[in-house]
């Protein structure tokens, strides 16, 4: 073990990028990040014994309400913008504050269209910085001053800042840390549309088994990890539920019919106009639908594709049946009035849409794409799954689900197993053994 510690001690960037496949240039785009590498891998990680938690609630609680103070909880976020991964942290957040757990948000960006969502319990402190490869000093330092029990990062470019600003903390003031894998790593790897995400992942290669615990969202992505990026399989944890679903939205789809507001020509397809979606798949499929198919497609999202998938669209003689309606506050509005939902991607973290639209009672068509897809389908059980970059499988597909009658209430039951609250009582017990006095109290009082 000592061994090993030494040679990846003795990396320094020049050997990381021989390594990995990093040229000089690509290291000079996130120069902190390769300066402070080895501050990381010199750091010796001691085996930490895993605690049980109390079995008694009632001792529990005279625990906590004797001195032992309430979860400390930071999490790390870029900005309150962005998809799925940042929408899903940001309920994650509210569920853990409803719980009772003091949470903060450490952002680089205090402002955008997400912070609405967040609820008012919920702190938030500014990383100095406002830029990624610049946050880690200031990062450091705010964890340094607020002290928290645990620090919990998404997407690798902030992952790996996080991870290097807490390992190279000294052990006494150091945090237990928490990184959420909510990619599909092995393809982000070279697909992911950041490029610092592509250099954070080459990297974290090396990394990521310098945190105390991984989050995945699927299967594979645990699967990923453990086979590509050598991190032990016992540091790894999937979620089986993420924040998808907040407690309005929950209720308000507990109330709903399922049939109410329907459109029947009217097919869905949300999320981040970019190349790793594949909507050119998706607008090649329906010039393939038989020419009796009545349909409208919405694509419900903005991104970087957005004019040539427009002008895609036109050159298909789409232009009267394909709208592109752009980022929109609540998808689910969108969701309940289809007939159909699409995802066409090539890969997926989870793919949060397909849930939404499970929730809504509302059919999918998805390519079964890494890793979230069939995970959340379960094979096909609850939507039809096709190749990846298939118009012609996909159009049938599409075809298909249109003349079929849906079993609405089998998909909203499957897509209500992805609510907020789920999804912060299974986060409360991964985390529970890595802060056993108070986050393991703070879950059974959670339960009663």
């Not at 569920?95 to 960006?109: D, F, M, P, R, S």
């Not at 999804?423 to 890595?434: G, N, P, T, Y």
Request: proline letters at 7%; a positive charge.
């Amino acid at each position: 073990m000592a061994a090993r510690a030494g040679c990846v001690a003795g990396l320094r960037p020049t050997a990381l990028s021989k390594r990995n496949g990093i040229n000089e240039s690509t290291l000079n785009v996130a120069p902190m990040l390769a300066r402070q590498a080895h501050i990381v891998t010199s750091a010796r990680q001691m085996p930490d014994g895993a605690v049980k938690p109390a079995v008694r609630s009632g001792v529990l609680r005279q625990v906590l309400h004797s001195g032992v103070p309430r979860p400390c909880l930071a999490v790390v976020l870029r900005a309150f913008e962005g998809g799925g991964a940042q929408r899903d942290i940001i309920l994650l957040c509210n569920a853990l504050a409803a719980k009772g757990v003091n949470v903060t948000v450490l952002a680089l960006h205090q402002d955008g269209p997400l912070r609405s969502l967040l609820d008012p319990a919920v702190c938030v402190t500014a990383i100095p910085g406002r830029q990624l490869r610049y946050a880690i000093p200031g990062l450091r330092r705010v964890i340094r001053q607020i002290e928290p029990a645990v620090v919990v990062s998404s997407e690798a470019g902030l992952n790996l800042c996080t991870l290097i600003a807490v390992r190279s903390m000294p052990r006494r003031h150091r945090p237990k840390l928490v990184l959420r894998e909510v990619g599909s790593p092995s393809i982000a790897l070279h697909r992911d549309p950041y490029r610092s995400n592509r250099i954070a992942y080459r990297i974290l290669r090396l990394l990521y088994r310098r945190a105390d615990r991984i989050v995945t969202l699927t299967e594979g992505a645990r699967r990923d990890l453990e086979q590509n990026f050598a991190v032990p399989e016992a540091m790894i944890a999937v979620m089986g539920a993420n924040a998808v679903i907040p407690p309005a939205m929950a209720e308000r789809l507990r109330r709903c019919d399922g049939e109410t507001g329907r459109e029947p020509d009217l097919i869905v397809s949300v999320g981040r106009l970019s190349p790793e979606k594949d909507h050119r798949t998706l607008l090649r499929a329906m010039t393939l639908l038989p020419a009796d198919c009545r349909y409208r497609l919405a694509i419900v999202g903005q991104g970087s594709e957005r004019a040539a998938l427009e002008k895609l669209a036109r050159a298909y003689g789409l232009a009267e049946r394909v709208i592109f309606v752009g980022q929109v506050p609540d998808p689910f509005v969108w969701m309940m009035r289809a007939r159909l939902a699409i995802c066409s991607s090539i890969y997926e973290g989870l793919c949060n849409a397909v849930i939404e639209a499970l929730a809504c009672g509302t059919p999918v068509v998805s390519t079964d794409c890494p890793y979230g897809p069939r995970e959340i389908l379960q094979g096909g059980r609850y939507g039809t799954l096709t190749p990846i970059g298939d118009a012609a499988a996909m159009a049938n597909a599409i075809a298909g689900a249109m003349q079929r009658i849906p079993d609405r209430q089998a998909l909203i039951d499957r897509g209500m197993q992805y609510t907020a609250a789920a999804a912060a009582e299974r986060f409360l017990e991964i985390i529970a053994d890595l802060h056993p006095a108070p986050f393991a109290v703070q879950r059974m009082l959670a339960a009663e």
